[in-house]
Nanobody, 118 residues
Framework: QVQLVESGGGLVQAGGSLRLSCAAS????????MAWFRQAPGKEREFVAF????????SYADSVKGRFTISRDNAKNTVALQMNSLKPEDTALYYC???????????WGQGTQVTVSS
């Protein structure tokens, strides 16, 4: 089991930056693949970024590629999402999620709100 707590959301103008952080409990954090998802009002939740348990593999949604960077620190049990060149369409509730390799994302945080004004 792992518990996840996101932080770092807020209100920012278009073109600005935010850094989201997700703190995980438990001693087995390094075994989990981690990802960020987001959900805008009236829309379905969508994938944003993925990082493997070792940190050696990352992937991004096309909509954020080149602007967002996912990273993790297994010694500190944290995963981060650096978001640059933010756009109003990035406005959403952002969640981090954890998955055991080969399994679905079974563990989710409560979310942190990101609002980008135009």
């Amino acid at each position: 089991q792992v518990q996840l707590v996101e932080s770092g959301g807020g209100l920012v103008q278009a073109g600005g930056s935010l850094r989201l952080s997700c703190a995980a409990s438990g001693r087995t954090f390094s075994s989990y693949h981690m990802a960020w998802f987001r959900q805008a009002p009236g829309k379905e939740r969508e994938f944003v970024a993925f990082i493997s348990n070792s940190g050696s593999i990352t992937s991004y949604a096309d909509s954020v590629k080149g602007r967002f960077t996912i990273s993790r620190d297994n010694a500190k049990n944290t995963v981060a999402l650096q978001m640059n060149s933010l756009k109003p369409e990035d406005t959403a509730l952002y969640y981090c999620a954890a998955a055991n390799p080969g399994r679905s994302y079974d563990f989710w945080g409560q979310g942190t709100q990101v609002t980008v004004s135009s």
